[in-house]
């Protein structure tokens, strides 16, 4: 009988769900709207609904699965009519590969519908669209972000990926979480009154503490997040999900979790991680990256550990693209990774750079400068405007003050919980407070469009500047009977080059090639043009109707061919990056 009944309350709420769901997806139309954060679902929603809106311009992909079986969606932009996806220049973009970064998929989103929704009425979208194939991974810690959204954090909790790990090494894997003591969703931070703490009240904001000076009176002792000791090891919050970090497991420059913390197993063990790199490995035409996270306002390019250097001309084009995206969103700096921030082993961008040869950056959102509560002659006596003034502010009450009154004024207190009394089973009567969930690196929601929309459009000024190769056959000339010769160029008005100088540099892949054929001819010799007017030619010893060459950014090459015959002559361009023209001539 009972079981009858409880087998038929879950047919019941399984119904209800399904309900719901239906719901869910109804209430997601395109366009997209941008006016608060999307949760897991409503990602899944929001793609497939841009992929049913516009199903000739789009592909929806389920990538691979996460460790706990959520779907990693792409979503393919390209235009059959103007060109197969491999055929021409591919941009990669994703967000969220930190599960706690959530507005790095609202970005993603943000691309996909400006693109979607303007292609046909807007010229330079029609024409970006046009040309380019557009991968896009809105959400790539599908795990993190659900959990994110539906159990109690902190704004830098649920980062990582699901993979069962034992932190404090007691045979326990995941055991001792942080606790939601008073249920409001968010795991704040916990106080307790003792006259030997290291803390005093802010005199100037009572709910911030302040360290005391030697010989000062003390007034609280931190005590960490929230929680208790949930496995009785006398530890407090010791052991939570993970951890393996998703941008510390890709295949280049792996180091192991002694060298480099959250690294996993091995290169590529996160299920989710691995299957995007086949995604990836899968199209050699990604020629530009963007990884969006949440921190600190910056474009960051590699190289990613001291070691390693990039190519001087390859540095021209990160600078020529980076510090354009810095204009485009003002604030943020366009900066080296281990130089500037630290070393990391195992990044993703590091990865599309030097194993498939891309271009990339990762752009970093949220600059906490934006949230301010002053005029702007006020904001000049306490911002820091130096790196050395914002390390010194950093951790210090100058900001924390500015913040809270961003907090009262401007979130009427939805961003910060005030102290709370609390009866705690291991230390008594403490207090619960701060800042919440969503908060600190998230953009409170009125800021997001904003946020979005500049960093959608240094996304695009990149993928204007892929490939954009034209091939002239500028000569023609009959030299005697039946011997030709041509004349051809190849002209890229983009930055980006055909193939990258860190790619050729490493032998990532072959170069793009060239090749003049015809049934009723015969290439004698064929090579690059140095000088047209001195007629200087470095002519290929073997094979000359084939020649391996790129073409650099915003360049030219020229190639002269020695051709015997007669009849139709098909000349051929291929290039990974570049897309493929062909041109036929008869010789005459
Ligand atoms: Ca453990
Ligand atoms: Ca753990
Ligand atoms: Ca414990
Ligand atoms: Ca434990
Ligand atoms: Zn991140």
């Not at 401007?410 to 961003?415: I, T």
């Not at 946020?451 to 190769?469: C, D, G, K, Y």
């Not at 897309?579 to 008869?586: A, D, E, H």
Request: charged fraction near 25%; glycine fraction near 8%; proline fraction near 5%.
């Amino acid at each position: 009988m009972i079981k009858i009944s409880s087998y038929s309350l879950i047919l019941l709420l399984l119904l209800a769900a399904s309900v719901n769901a239906g719901a869910a997806d109804q209430k997601i139309t395109v366009p997209l709207t941008f006016d608060d954060y999307y949760s897991y679902e409503d990602v899944v929603n929001a793609v497939k609904a841009l992929n049913k809106a516009l199903p000739k311009l789009t592909k929806l992909d389920i990538v691979g699965k996460s460790e706990e079986g959520r779907a990693i969606y792409c979503l393919t932009v390209n235009n059959p009519a103007t060109g197969a996806e491999l055929d021409k220049p591919g941009v990669y973009v994703d967000g969220n590969i930190h599960g706690n970064e959530i507005q790095a998929t609202e970005v993603c989103l943000y691309f996909l519908n400006y693109i979607l929704t303007k292609y046909g009425e807007n010229e330079n979208v029609t024409e970006l669209v046009d040309k380019n194939c557009f991968y896009v991974i809105p959400s790539v810690n599908v795990d993190g972000r659900y959990h994110f959204f539906n159990d109690p954090n902190t704004s830098s909790s649920n980062r990582g990926l699901r993979r069962p790990k034992d932190d404090d090494r007691d045979g326990l894997v995941d055991e001792d979480f942080p606790d939601d003591l008073d249920g409001d969703g968010n795991i704040c931070m916990m106080r307790k009154k003792d006259p030997l703490g290291a803390y005093k009240t802010d005199p100037e904001d009572p709910r911030l503490m302040m360290r005391i000076k030697p010989g000062e009176k003390g007034e609280w002792t931190l005590l960490g997040q929230e929680g208790i000791d949930n496995d009785g090891d006398g530890q407090i919050n010791e052991d939570s999900e993970g951890y393996v970090d998703p941008n510390r497991n890709w295949g280049f420059d792996w180091m192991p979790e002694y060298v480099q913390s959250g690294a996993g197993d091995y290169p590529l063990s996160g299920v989710g991680i691995k299957a995007i790199a086949s995604f990836v490995r899968k199209r050699p035409n990604i020629c530009m990256a963007w990884a969006f996270h949440n921190s600190g306002g910056m474009y960051l390019r590699g190289p990613s550990v001291k070691k390693l250097t990039y190519p001087p001309q390859d540095i021209q084009v990160y600078d020529y693209l980076g510090e354009q995206a810095e204009r485009i969103t003002p604030g943020y700096e366009y900066l080296v990774g281990w130089k500037d921030l630290y070393t990391t082993y195992g990044d993703f961008i590091e990865w599309m750079v030097c194993c498939n040869g891309t271009y990339g950056f990762v752009g970093e959102l949220f600059q906490s400068s934006t949230e301010t509560f002053k005029t702007r002659e006020e904001e000049k006596k306490v911002k820091p405007d130096t790196a050395e003034e914002r390390d010194f502010f950093r951790g210090s009450n100058e900001v924390e003050r500015e913040r809270l009154k961003f907090n009262d004024h401007l979130a009427q207190g939805e961003l910060h919980k005030s102290w709370t009394a609390y009866d705690h089973p291991t230390y008594g009567e403490i207090e619960i407070g701060g800042w919440v969930k969503f908060s600190s690196r998230l953009s409170a929601p009125f800021m997001l469009k904003d946020l979005v929309h500049r960093n959608a459009m240094a996304v695009l000024f990149s993928a204007q500047n892929t490939p954009e190769i034209s091939m002239d056959v500028f000569e023609v000339k009959k030299m005697e009977n039946n011997l030709y010769r041509l004349r051809v160029r190849l002209t890229n008005t983009k930055a980006i080059p055909t193939m990258n100088y860190y790619a050729q540099q490493h032998k990532l892949y072959p170069k793009d090639f060239l090749r003049v054929s015809g049934k009723d001819i015969n290439v004698l010799a064929g090579g690059k043009l140095q000088n047209k007017y001195r007629n200087t030619v470095s002519y290929k010893e073997h094979k000359p109707e084939l020649q391996f060459l790129f073409v650099p950014g915003f360049g030219s090459v020229e190639y002269q061919f020695l051709v015997s015959g007669k009849g139709s002559v098909e000349i051929k361009y291929d290039s990974r990056h570049g897309g493929k023209i062909t041109k036929t001539l008869q010789l005459k």
